[in-house]
């Protein structure tokens, strides 16, 4: 029977009926006009239920909402979602109270590699991690059919593992994360910095000197154009990656790995040199059959996949 | 009921047969006279038959062996088991012949986490890193309650990830392998062309120039007592595997950081750094509420383990 899963993101919050299939039966998307948790929730509830009804099916009890942040499992907390600026919201309990029904919260890279494992990239794979370049730099992690949570249920979160101890602070606030150096918001600071600093001059061709202009593409373009400061700035990107996904690899033996994120899709020297270092580093042993894809669902991914761990729940409970 | 749970070391086979709880309930151990692959069949099927005879009990079908190597775990194959020089023995075909019974073949570290979760420092716990750095450097991953094997049942391979990209050989054959500048071997290894280069007074005062007599513990003594090129050994070693483990936790988000293995046992100094840089170079979020301890069943986590991961394989088929 279908499910409904729901997408909180940034801006939007969108809802979906998806059959068992993955298939999306409908779709409602609503802007997030005011940002407060009571005002949130309400978008949500009004988005799930238009898409119920939009639907024309019978929904199973359950909904799941994917959202970007760290998210206590078990109780349906967003603990920290930097886009909304929020900390320790009971989505959940809110939603659910709104809606008459259980509401399960998700990380939304966990939801969108479910969404790819059951109806994407990962079909037919029950070892897979999936790596997603876009703003930031996560990763989910599926062992054995399962999606891997951790503890508190932050586990893949690949982005902020040390790459240089001590070394540029990120936005999480601590030195030297990986996605300091390689996630595209940090792309476009170190980019913007570089073109304010007046160092490159292909930088400024591309942009007009408009650092609104700025974007992880241009970087990559000076950067194939011979600009020297921008390819350091792409080269290190691309080589904090490849060596991060790499020794994930090596860690996990997935059978697949999935690349995702605005960054990978668009910046296609970013992700030839992950590819290429992930078969140069990943031990022999776990890069032997490793297959390795782009995410199929784009931006659809966290949206069915939250619409399919809700059969899933439904089915375990 | 009792299991039977075997360990396949480099030197000795080991059977004991195991209650529900982890307790060993007979233990026997003999020599790897010979180690072609018949005669070490022959040797763990006597170990187990006399384990089995002096428990006094009755044990429930499946046997499993826990061994050091890459195995195939649909198929019961060794693959590669250097400690052997086997390649591709059907060890848990041969075995469950001479037996009359199902044997399971798992890694030896795998068995080893799962004694340690069920029996040892895991105990109540779901979430679990197990780092071993003894010889080499391995670890396991306990992901809610499930150990983590990989598409090919080599996950966990922490000692060959790449830490420096091309740079020293590694045992497997790979250059730049955490194991090449962490692991016990490669410490000798690389403290012994200290000492034969005569640039150590400290090293040579330690094992009176005997190449023999040294280990990760008088590594560990002269780079404390101020000798500046072991210093860079020793250093070079924990910052390595701080790093590694740190950016395990924050990837997997245990509950428990596990630590076992020589090295880790008897080189405070290393132990020390390790804990440090976790604590330092793990993401906040991850290392709220990890707990950091010491393996507690020594040398019979591997047994233990794989007893007790015949009782799961009884219940579970």
């Given at each position: 029977m279908p499910t409904l899963g729901i997408d909180l993101g940034g801006t939007f919050a969108r809802a979906a009926v998806v059959d068992a299939s993955g298939a999306l039966l409908s779709v409602a998307k609503r802007p997030l006009?005011?940002?407060s948790p009571t005002a949130v929730v309400e978008t949500l509830a009004q988005a799930a239920r238009e898409a119920v009804a939009g639907s024309g099916v019978r929904v199973e009890g359950c909904a799941v909402v994917g959202a970007a942040g760290q998210i206590h499992k078990d109780t349906g907390?967003?603990?920290?979602a930097p886009n909304l600026g929020w900390r320790n919201v009971p989505l959940a309990t809110m939603l659910g109270e709104k809606l008459g029904c259980t509401v399960q919260l998700v990380n939304d890279l966990s939801a969108a590699a479910w969404g790819e494992l059951h109806a994407g990239a990962g079909r037919g794979s029950q070892d897979m991690l999936v790596a997603f370049v876009g703003s930031g730099v996560g990763s989910a992690i599926i062992a054995d059919g399962r999606l891997v949570g951790g503890a508190g249920g932050v586990a893949g979160e690949l982005g902020h593992i040390k790459v240089v101890p001590g070394g540029r602070r990120c936005g999480c606030g601590e030195l030297g994360c990986l996605e300091a150096y390689a996630g595209g918001h940090n792309l476009i600071a170190l980019t913007r910095e570089l073109l304010a600093a007046g160092r490159s001059p292909m930088l400024a061709k591309l942009t007009g000197g408009?650092?609104?202009?700025?974007?992880p593409v241009v970087l990559e373009q000076a950067a194939e154009a011979g600009d020297e400061e921008a390819q350091e700035i792409h080269d290190r990107a691309a080589q904090f990656l490849a060596l991060a996904v790499a020794n994930q690899v090596t860690v996990l033996n997935p059978a697949r790995l999935v690349l995702g994120g605005g960054v990978l899709m668009n910046c296609p020297g970013i992700r030839r040199r992950l590819v290429e270092g992930v078969q140069a580093w990943a031990s022999q042993v776990s890069r032997e059959g490793l297959l390795i894809v782009d995410a199929e669902l784009g931006d659809d991914s966290g949206l069915i996949g939250a619409g399919l761990l809700g059969l899933s729940a439904s089915r375990a409970g």
């Open positions: 006009a005011e940002r907390v967003l603990a920290v408009d650092p609104a202009l700025v974007t």
